[in-house]
């Protein structure tokens, strides 16, 4: 089992930065692979971005690319996104995911993940 604990959501203004973080614990942070998803109000949760086990290779969408950026420090078992340029649209519960995947690639769909945490509320006013 991987628990795994966000921090760092919040209100913030338009333009303005956000670095949300996760926490993970129950299992060797480095064989993971991590993910960022969303989910706002009436739509489906979608990706964000994903880095693999040792943060080699990263993935972003398209509405994030250029703005938001991932990494990982896995002696402190945390995976981080941060969050540049905010948008209102950006506004929604930001999760993040865990997969076993050592010595793999990143993962973008839901599916493909084992453990979620609780999820932050990122909340972005105009």
């Known amino acids: 089992q991987v628990q795994l604990v966000e921090s760092g959501g919040g209100l913030v203004q338009a333009g303005g930065s956000l670095r949300l973080s996760c926490a993970a614990s129950?299992?060797?942070?480095?064989?993971?692979?991590m993910g960022w998803f969303r989910q706002a109000p009436g739509k489906e949760r979608e990706i964000v971005s994903a880095?693999?086990?040792?943060?080699?290779?990263?993935y972003y969408s398209d509405s994030v690319k250029g703005r938001f950026s991932i990494s990982r420090d896995n002696a402190k078992s945390t995976v981080y996104l941060q969050m540049n340029s905010l948008k209102p649209e950006d506004t929604a519960v930001y999760s993040c995911?865990?997969?076993?995947?050592?010595?793999?690639?990143?993962?973008?769909?839901?599916?493909?993940?084992?453990?979620w945490g609780q999820g932050t509320q990122v909340t972005v006013s105009s």
């Open positions: 129950g299992r060797t942070f480095s064989y993971y692979a």
């Open positions: 880095i693999n086990w040792n943060g080699g290779i990263t």
């Open positions: 995911a865990a997969r076993r995947a050592p010595w793999a690639g990143v993962f973008s769909s839901e599916n493909q993940y084992e453990y």
